[in-house]
T-cell receptor, first 114, second 117 residues
Framework: AQSVSQHNHHVILSEAASLELGCNYS??????LFWYVQYPGQHLQLLLK??????LVKGIKGFEAEFIKSKFSFNLRKPSVQWSDTAEYFC????????????FGKGTKLSVKP | GAGVSQSPSNKVTEKGKDVELRCDPI?????LYWYRQSLGQGLEFLIY????????KSGLPSDRFSAERTGGSVSTLTIQRTQQEDSAVYLC???????????????FGPGTRLLVL
């Protein structure tokens, strides 16, 4: 069965620090990959997605993620975080080309200190 | 509508009672999904609809859980004889059929926070 692992449960950073959140998945076939963000008191929003093509994907608010097929990874990065990035981040995977459900990681809570 | 809407936003019920949760997907989206978000468990898939049919019910945790979708739009998730472990945030998402070319993205509603006392 597919699974998604997010290595960090809670990350605490100061403003302007660089961010990298790890995500690994287990599935041997073609995958679609997503990062969703949930700001405090708000619902899940799509941050970025990878379907095919350039493995470096740029999303909203300066976030990017790199798909490394050989490592089954899709890590999220941001060069300089802001206090407003405080949120919970979820990595998710779906079988490529299917309309099936998403498999989510358990999430990483990011706290940015001003 | 502009986004996925869910009602009620919060529901408190007593153990043993039945509850109904409603999801109104984005207009024109044919696929609809229910997930559950609980502490320590993350986001778990419950059931998926394509139109009015449910090709995948594999995530429903017990036969107390059921869902239906009528008219290819609104869906209701029903939990019978609620238990305390059913307490969670129930999320609905919708997506459009991609005709095999552009994989769809799921858009999430705000969720219904269910508390079973």
């Amino acid at each position: 069965a597919q699974s998604v692992s997010q290595h960090n449960h809670h990350v605490i950073l100061s403003e302007a620090a660089s961010l990298e959140l790890g995500c690994n998945y287990s599935y041997g076939g073609t995958v679609n990959l997503f990062w969703y963000v949930q700001y405090p008191g708000q619902h899940l929003q799509l941050l970025l997605k990878y379907f095919s093509g350039d493995p470096l994907v740029k999303g909203i608010k300066g976030f990017e993620a790199e798909f490394i097929k050989s490592k089954f990874s899709f890590n999220l990065r941001k060069p300089s975080v802001q206090w407003s990035d405080t949120a919970e981040y979820f990595c998710a995977v779906k079988e490529g080309g299917s309309q099936g459900n998403l498999i989510f990681g358990k999430g990483t809570k990011l706290s940015v200190k001003p | 509508g502009a986004g996925v809407s869910q009602s009620p936003s919060n529901k408190v019920t007593e153990k043993g009672k039945d509850v109904e949760l409603r999801c109104d997907p984005i207009s024109g989206h044919t696929a609809l999904y229910w997930y559950r978000q609980s502490l320590g468990q993350g986001l778990e898939f419950l059931i998926y609809f394509q139109g009015n049919s449910a090709p995948d019910k594999s995530g429903l945790p017990s036969d107390r859980f059921s869902a239906e979708r009528t008219g290819g739009s609104v869906s209701t998730l029903t939990i019978q004889r609620t238990q305390q472990e059913d307490s969670a945030v129930y999320l609905c998402a919708s997506s459009s059929r991609d005709r095999g070319r552009i994989p769809e993205t799921q858009y999430f509603g705000p969720g219904t926070r269910l508390l079973v006392l």
